[in-house]
């Protein structure tokens, strides 16, 4: 008992980790058009931002499949938070001393979205080495930590913007810093095992010999696009569906998309002793498909609202369900797995945004089409459980 209650303190950390991938996620969007008031820089260029933050972040997760292991958990988690703690105060002066205020922008993003990269890498496989029972529960209360983290960087820049002005988004940029910073501490002083010891992990060419490792990243993929695509475009689909201020506009949609994502992994957490992970997957794939066509066909715009906000009760457990099975029916996948599911959910979650930009676009500027066409990455999900349940015989029964 006393040997589990150490590990607390790791879980403690690993948790803030995930708040601080949140933070650097979520805040810089909250600033665009402070971004375009300010230094005056065009929306086609702030339009790069988040282009530079998720490809930062991709080649992150690419690199850690060779470095992480050789260099070791703890130097790389904690350069995690020493990176995302320097890029959030960069964020609040680099533009005011450079002579041109957006590169000092796409410098603080790198550095913040390195940091973010490595959590998403690391932490995952640092929480499953705990000598911690019911990991398939402690995987998505972990995640869970991701929604919260996001609902109070939303919420908490809305009201210091409220009390303070959005002029002083400097402040508040350091102040978010301050998270990180702690959480360097933590991991210094925190145990943290390997996951798999040396000389144990597959050889990556093995590991992609496996069907089963290709229906992994399949479902990795889908689950990014799912989850990304609705929650990068909910703000927007309720300023046009509903009429309504961009401020209500990213409470209703974003925050509330994330508050339903967060509870969905907390329940998962509580109740994975009773759940079978397959089955929920298989449910909540299928609801998944569902909020997709009511948010995209439903001549109500409150209706259309609810299916996006119950979506991300929806998408919830699909990302960390499928790191718990992949680490379950893969046990020596090591550092390398994680990495390459990690990279395969960062592309859905990059691509399928963009997607339905496209097609919404095409369409005339229907956001409902796009959002149409975005429904086949949870109809994937789906098609990739089953196919997953039929290699390794799952038995979907209660």
């Not at 930062?56 to 703890?74: E, P, S």
């Not at 913040?112 to 959590?119: E, K, N, P, R």
């Not at 990991?135 to 913007?161: E, N, P, R």
């Not at 959002?371 to 390794?392: C, D, E, Q, S």
Request: hydrophobic letters at 55%.
């Amino acid at each position: 008992m006393a040997e589990k209650r150490k590990y607390k303190k790791t879980l403690a950390a690993c948790y803030l980790g995930y708040i601080t991938q949140a933070i650097a996620a979520n805040f810089a969007p909250l600033l665009f058009l402070t971004f375009q008031d300010t230094y005056g820089i065009p929306l086609d260029k702030i339009a790069l931002i988040p282009v530079v933050f998720y490809l930062t972040q991709l080649l992150i997760d690419l690199g850690a499949t060779r470095f992480a292991d050789k260099i070791g958990y703890r130097a790389c988690v904690v350069a995690s938070q020493v990176v995302s703690a320097t890029g959030l105060v960069l964020l609040a002066v680099l533009p005011e001393i450079l002579p041109a205020p957006f590169p000092g922008i796409l410098i603080a993003v790198v550095f913040y979205a390195t940091g973010s990269g490595l959590v998403e890498v690391l932490v995952s496989p640092i929480v499953e080495a705990c000598p911690f029972e019911n990991k398939d529960g402690m995987m998505s209360l972990l995640h869970s930590f991701y929604c919260w983290g996001a609902v109070g960087v939303i919420l908490g820049s809305t009201l210091f913007f409220a009390v303070f002005g959005t002029g002083n988004w400097r402040i508040l940029s350091l102040i978010w810093a301050l998270v990180p910073l702690v959480n360097i501490f933590q991991f210094l002083t925190c145990p943290i095992e390997r996951l798999v010891e040396d000389g144990e992990s597959l050889p990556l060419r093995r590991l992609f010999r496996m069907p089963l490792m290709w229906i992994m990243i399949l479902l990795m993929i889908c689950s990014g696009a799912s989850e990304a695509t609705m929650a990068q475009w909910a703000s927007a689909f309720t300023e046009s569906a509903l009429g309504v201020s961009k401020t209500v506009g990213d409470l209703a949609g974003p925050c509330l998309f994330a508050v339903f994502m967060g509870i969905s992994r907390m329940l998962y957490g509580k109740m994975s002793g009773r759940l079978n992970l397959a089955k929920t997957m298989l449910q909540s794939g299928l609801l998944c498909v569902a909020c997709y066509l009511l948010a995209s066909l439903s001549p109500l715009p409150i209706l259309g609202l609810a299916g996006c906000a119950l979506c991300g009760f929806c998408v919830g457990i699909m990302w960390p369900g499928t790191i718990s099975l992949s680490s379950q029916k893969c046990p020596q996948g090591g550092t390398a797995m994680f990495a390459f599911l990690a990279l395969a959910g960062d592309f859905g979650g990059t691509v399928s945004p963009a997607m339905v930009g496209s097609f919404s676009e095409l369409a005339g500027g229907s956001l409902k089409i796009g959002l149409l066409a975005a429904t086949v990455f949870p109809i994937l999900l789906v098609v990739g459980i089953l196919i997953l349940n039929r290699i390794m015989k799952f038995s979907i029964k209660s």
